[in-house]
């Protein structure tokens, strides 16, 4: 009981990595009375007893060359070697020594063997989640253990149902730690498991989930629907950190849902004062990302130009491109600060905070550009100098526009030659002078007739056709991302007459209507008579 309140003692001490007022505790008579009898009876304590004040007394950085650790250390070292301790006492001491001496400790090699003799199948969840625990601070780094792993991996898989939430989110939070990629099938099951303790996770046992979740690219349904129903009602006592983390989990997962976003965007306006510049960022990149404007959208916007009028200067370079950029897809112009964006000292800024630019930076300050030049006429701002502009927005990896589904377009493509009669009626992945590649384009004379895709005179119309697989909307709905949703406005001020043919309405048609329905979404007004 002693030791337990010792180690009580060490959590509130500790702030961090240091204690918050070590010369009142280490100089306190009650606290040195409590070491002196540790000193002098560690024989007389119990297993669990000695290595949680061997533990405690670690986090409280007791000297490790005093007398009192070195008697509780070669105790532990003697019952070690006759085979006393239990499991969760063998991981509690492999913490502690791992603390102390780090990975590279001799007694921390004989604890891991020790571990990697017994039999998992006979481990409790308990009993799992400590091993789990030990290897996670730092015993299991490199890839160390890795067969251990599988084999607690596997017995983890059989005891998932019967788990405690605590015990679920420790396994979740030790997977994402020792990287278990080839244990998708252990994550997929805590992670159903974990969709009845939403109602009740703290702040951080939410964090973990979500970290897990993105980590392994899984997104649950039923874990969003349970989100949807109590994170509404947490949303203004939430930390802000779990909130971010909440929108990042739905942006990464394109996951648009009106209840999580409406009360992001209500707690925002009344307690974002207090949030980190990082924090303001992950809340609202994800309106823009996944297109959505709340119900209080004049509010909110209102609250982030306040925000950036006073801590302009405390947002990292590309953290503040990020939240203007993603302010533009949902048509919120960055008017007032865009002036700063593209002077001189800015520019330098970002460049410093990587190695050079990457294209992607480029493609977003070229597109915020032209939405400055497009959308805002009245903007008399400077201009972004030529050297910062990209000549196409497609960039590899991540890219402010997308590539085309080679599937559906493939389909379209057939169709589109039977319709128009032959191949060269029409060209595919078109650079256009002003960045945006077509997914297909078709030019028309001033009388309306097709004319050859290689054509460079007398032409009157262009036809950009938009071939949006789902990977171009949220999950499980027909709202286009904010990526999408800006090229085809911009596209139309360009000049182009713009045909979205989606794959929720081109997918269910059969191969005899494809023709047919080409043909009243590029040509409405023009009856098909022969070609």
């Given at each position: 009981m002693?030791?337990?309140?010792?180690?009580?003692?060490?959590?509130?001490?500790?702030d961090?990595?240091?204690?918050?007022?070590?010369?009142?505790?280490?100089?306190?008579?009650?606290?040195?009375?409590?070491c002196?009898?540790?000193?002098h009876?560690?024989?007389?304590?119990?297993?669990?007893?000695?290595?949680?004040?061997?533990?405690?007394?670690?986090?409280?950085?007791?000297?490790?060359?005093?007398?009192?650790?070195?008697?509780?250390?070669?105790?532990?070292?003697?019952?070690?070697?006759?085979?006393?301790?239990l499991?969760?006492?063998?991981?509690?001491?492999?913490?502690?020594?791992?603390?102390?001496?780090?990975?590279?400790?001799?007694?921390?090699?004989?604890?891991?063997?020790?571990?990697?003799?017994?039999?998992?199948?006979?481990?409790t969840?308990?009993e799992?989640?400590?091993?789990?625990?030990?290897?996670?601070?730092?015993?299991?780094?490199?890839g160390?253990?890795?067969?251990?792993?599988?084999?607690?991996n596997?017995h983890?898989?059989?005891?998932?149902?019967?788990?405690s939430?605590?015990?679920?989110?420790?396994?979740?939070?030790?997977?994402?730690?020792?990287?278990?990629?080839?244990?998708?099938?252990?994550?997929?099951?805590?992670?159903k498991?974990?969709?009845?303790?939403?109602?009740?996770?703290?702040?951080?046992?939410?964090?973990?989930?979500?970290?897990?979740?993105?980590?392994?690219?899984?997104?649950?349904?039923?874990?969003?629907?349970?989100?949807?129903?109590?994170?509404?009602q947490?949303?203004?006592?939430?930390?802000?950190?779990?909130?971010?983390k909440?929108?990042?989990?739905?942006?990464?997962?394109?996951i648009?849902?009106?209840?999580?976003?409406?009360?992001?965007?209500?707690?925002?306006?009344?307690?974002?004062?207090?949030?980190?510049?990082?924090?303001i960022a992950?809340?609202?990149?994800?309106?823009?990302?996944?297109?959505?404007?709340?119900?209080?959208?004049?509010?909110?916007?209102?609250?982030?130009?306040?925000?950036?009028?006073?801590?302009?200067?405390?947002?990292?370079?590309?953290?503040?491109?990020?939240?203007?950029?993603?302010?533009?897809?949902?048509?919120?112009?960055?008017?007032?600060?865009?002036?700063?964006?593209?002077?001189?000292?800015?520019?330098?800024?970002?460049?410093?905070?990587?190695?050079?630019?990457?294209?992607?930076?480029?493609?977003?300050?070229?597109?915020?550009?032209?939405t400055?030049?497009?959308?805002?006429?009245?903007?008399?701002?400077?201009?972004?100098?030529?050297?910062?502009?990209v000549?196409?927005f497609l960039?590899p990896?991540?890219?402010?526009?997308?590539?085309?589904?080679?599937?559906?377009?493939?389909?379209?493509?057939?169709?589109?030659?039977?319709?128009?009669?032959?191949r060269?009626?029409?060209?595919?992945?078109?650079?256009t002078?002003?960045?945006?590649?077509?997914?297909?384009?078709?030019?028309?004379?001033?009388?309306?007739?097709?004319?050859?895709?290689?054509?460079?005179?007398?032409?009157?119309r262009?036809?950009?056709?938009?071939?949006?697989?789902?990977?171009?909307?949220?999950?499980?709905?027909?709202?286009?991302?904010g990526?999408?949703?800006?090229?085809?406005?911009?596209?139309?001020?360009?000049?182009?007459d713009?045909?979205?043919?989606?794959?929720?309405?081109?997918?269910?048609?059969q191969?005899?209507?494809?023709?047919e329905?080409?043909?009243?979404?590029?040509f409405?007004?023009?009856?098909?008579?022969?070609?």
């Open positions: 002693t030791a337990a309140a010792l180690l009580k003692i060490s959590q509130i001490e500790r961090g990595n240091e204690l918050k007022n070590p010369a009142v505790l280490l100089e306190n008579e009650v606290f040195k009375a409590l002196f009898q540790f000193e009876e560690s024989l007389r304590l119990s297993n669990t007893g000695l290595v949680t004040a061997l533990y405690a007394y670690v986090q409280l950085y007791v000297d490790p060359e005093s007398t009192l650790m070195v008697r509780l250390l070669s105790e532990c070292q003697l019952r070690l070697n006759k085979g006393q301790l499991i969760k006492d063998i991981c509690l001491l492999g913490k502690a020594l791992l603390d102390l001496e780090g990975p590279r400790c001799r007694m921390l090699k004989q604890i891991m063997e020790e571990i990697q003799g017994q039999k998992t199948d006979d481990w969840s308990e799992i989640a400590m091993v789990y625990n030990l290897l996670e601070a730092g015993v299991g780094e490199g160390n253990y890795q067969q251990l792993l599988n084999k607690m596997i983890a898989l059989h005891l998932a149902s019967r788990m939430r605590k015990v679920k989110n420790d396994i979740l939070n030790a997977m994402v730690i020792l990287k278990q990629t080839r244990a998708i099938p252990l994550v997929i099951n805590l992670c498991q974990s969709v009845r303790h939403v109602p009740h996770f703290s702040d951080q046992e939410l964090i973990v989930v979500l970290n897990a979740l993105m980590y392994f690219g899984h997104s649950d349904r039923f874990f969003t629907d349970a989100l949807e129903r109590n994170f509404p947490k949303a203004f006592i939430m930390q802000p950190e779990a909130i971010s909440v929108m990042q989990y739905c942006s990464q997962r394109r648009l849902s009106a209840p999580i976003f409406d009360a992001v965007a209500e707690s925002f306006v009344y307690n974002s004062d207090n949030f980190t510049t990082e924090e992950l809340q609202i990149i994800p309106f823009g990302k996944l297109n959505y404007l709340p119900p209080n959208a004049g509010q909110l916007f209102r609250k982030i130009e306040n925000l950036l009028r006073g801590r302009f200067s405390q947002f990292q370079p590309r953290t503040l491109l990020n939240l203007l950029h993603s302010c533009i897809l949902i048509e919120r112009f960055p008017v007032n600060f865009v002036a700063k964006i593209f002077s001189p000292y800015f520019l330098q800024q970002l460049e410093a905070e990587g190695i050079g630019f990457d294209k992607f930076v480029l493609a977003q300050l070229t597109q915020l550009f032209m400055m030049k497009l959308e805002c006429r009245t903007f008399e701002g400077p201009n972004l100098p030529p050297k910062y502009r000549k196409s960039t990896g991540r890219s402010v526009e997308s590539v085309v589904d080679e599937h559906l377009y493939s389909k379209v493509k057939n169709a589109l030659t039977d319709l128009l009669g032959a060269n009626y029409f060209a595919s992945r078109v650079l002078p002003y960045g945006y590649t077509l997914d297909a384009e078709i030019i028309l004379d001033e009388e309306g007739y097709v004319l050859p895709a290689s054509q460079r005179e007398e032409i009157f262009r036809i950009a056709l938009c071939i949006d697989d789902q990977r171009r909307f949220s999950v499980n709905s027909h709202n286009l991302l990526k999408e949703t800006i090229k085809q406005r911009q596209l139309r001020l360009l000049g182009y713009v045909v979205q043919i989606p794959f929720y309405e081109f997918d269910k048609l191969n005899s209507e494809m023709i329905y080409l043909h009243k979404k590029i409405p007004y023009s009856y098909r008579l022969a070609w």
